[in-house]
């Protein structure tokens, strides 16, 4: 099974900037779909953002022109700019290869306040 490493949340004023890191346990060679998600309490997980391995992107209309995602191979990073309240969320790395495997990281907080 593929590990997903986590890092980059935390604490964070309004208007500022987050970068978060998602570099799984081992190269990824057939085709893929890597991203964020993330859920606040009492809500559903929800899309962030996506890459897939032909690097087609796909971003939530609530992050579209702040939110940034890039990868590198598989690793993948979401440049989180001009944050807002809204975005506080426990947000977790996804890793889909074909239509039937995937992995989940353990989640890392994001928590945007004065």
């Known amino acids: 099974q593929v590990q997903l490493l986590e890092s980059g949340g935390g604490l964070v004023q309004p208007g500022g900037s987050l970068t978060l890191h998602c570099t799984p346990s081992?190269?990824?060679?057939?085709?893929?779909?890597m991203g964020w998600y993330r859920q606040a309490p009492g809500k559903q997980r929800e899309l962030v953002a996506t890459?897939?391995?032909?690097?087609i992107t796909n971003y939530a209309d609530s992050v579209k022109g702040r939110f940034t995602i890039s990868r590198q191979d598989a690793n993948v990073v979401l440049r989180m700019n001009r944050l807002k309240p809204e975005d506080t969320a426990t947000y977790y790395c996804?890793?889909?290869?074909?239509?039937?495997?995937?992995?989940w990281g353990q989640g890392t907080q994001v928590t945007v306040s004065s």
């Open positions: 996804k890793l889909q290869q074909g239509h039937t495997l995937t992995s």
């Open positions: 890459i897939d391995s032909i690097d």
């Open positions: 081992e190269r990824i060679f057939r085709p893929y779909t």
